[in-house]
């Protein structure tokens, strides 16, 4: 069990952009906005690239406060449906089937990466991908903001996790030659400086995989408020990661949906539906596990093709 001792800070510092930070145009329209602790929270989308971005947006050191707090991983309550929600209700819940996710991503991708290449998975959490990629052979270990996190996926596993900030992160023993990145794709705080990053950790024929969610695809409407939270600084759509890419040196060699293993409770928590979520109370059948397509989720395998 996560703690929720540390809670999440009650205020935050914003940091206004005056261009789009994908492309750099200037011109740009109100995409949506929440409230979340009595703040108006905007995004804007770009009037070139179509990229949308928080404006103004959370400042470097109070989006790190969020992943650092304990709170975030193990909230318990959400926000209503007046709010904004923030935060898992119980991450380490999700065991079973993250750990079933990690085996099925493994399995799309692991024809890119060479036999016990050296693996590094970024925003690892607790560690289920890093698990899945040891016991497969790979010498893989983990970067994640939460010290607490890391220290449970370290004792529950029994697999390497540093807890430091990616962007600052520089890998032991040289290059890498895969990284992986699951579920944060809305999450940095500046996704093209991330990119790049992990461009020169790569090795000249290194692989980036990673997910991110379409937020023009028609489906969109029907997940509710998932990936619509306070920490979710961007959303991608299935053009414009491509441009993403581009300017971090990297060329999509495979752009497949997701199938996502999941429970009842879980999707029901993450698209914000917490009224069926109550009826269902404990009933047996919200905590089974079942696969079901994405429809707007995206599976991505990326080669280096240049340095940044």
């Not at 709010?83 to 996710?101: C, M, N, P, T, V």
Request: proline share 5%; hydrophobic share 40%.
């Amino acid at each position: 069990m996560i703690s929720s001792a540390d809670p999440i800070a009650a205020s935050f510092e914003f940091v206004q952009l005056r261009e789009c930070p994908l492309c750099g145009h200037p011109e740009r329209s109100p995409a949506y906005q929440r409230r979340y602790q009595g703040m108006e929270i905007r995004w804007e989308r770009c009037q070139a690239c179509r990229f949308v971005f928080q404006n103004p947006k959370l400042s470097r050191e109070s989006l790190n406060s969020i992943y650092r707090s304990s709170t975030y991983w193990n909230v318990q309550k959400m926000e209503t449906q007046s709010g904004l929600r923030l935060g898992y209700s119980d991450y380490a819940k999700g065991e079973a089937y993250r750990l079933r996710q990690s085996q099925w991503r493994l399995k799309q991708i692991r024809r890119f990466a060479p036999e016990g290449a050296r693996w590094l998975d970024v925003a690892c959490a607790t560690g289920f991908f890093v698990k899945t990629l040891v016991d497969a052979g790979f010498q893989s270990w983990g970067v994640e903001l939460s010290s607490q996190m890391a220290q449970f996926g370290k004792e529950r596993y029994g697999v390497d996790i540093e807890a430091c900030d990616f962007d600052q992160y520089v890998p032991p023993g040289g290059p890498v030659q895969a990284l992986s990145i699951w579920g944060a794709d809305s999450n940095f705080y500046d996704p093209v400086q991330t990119y790049q990053h992990a461009n020169r950790m790569l090795s000249d024929d290194g692989w980036l995989f990673f997910n991110f969610w379409d937020f023009d695809h028609p489906i969109r409407p029907l997940l509710g408020e998932f990936k619509i939270g306070l920490n979710g600084l961007y959303q991608l759509n299935r053009k414009n990661i491509h441009l993403l890419l581009a300017k971090s040196g990297f060329r999509a060699e495979l752009v497949k949906m997701e199938w996502s293993f999941a429970s009842l409770e879980a999707i029901l928590s993450l698209t914000g539906r917490f009224l069926p979520l109550q009826w269902l109370g404990g009933l047996g059948l919200a905590r089974a596990i079942f696969q079901v397509p994405t429809f707007s989720g995206f599976l991505v395998a990326a080669r280096k093709v240049h340095s940044v």
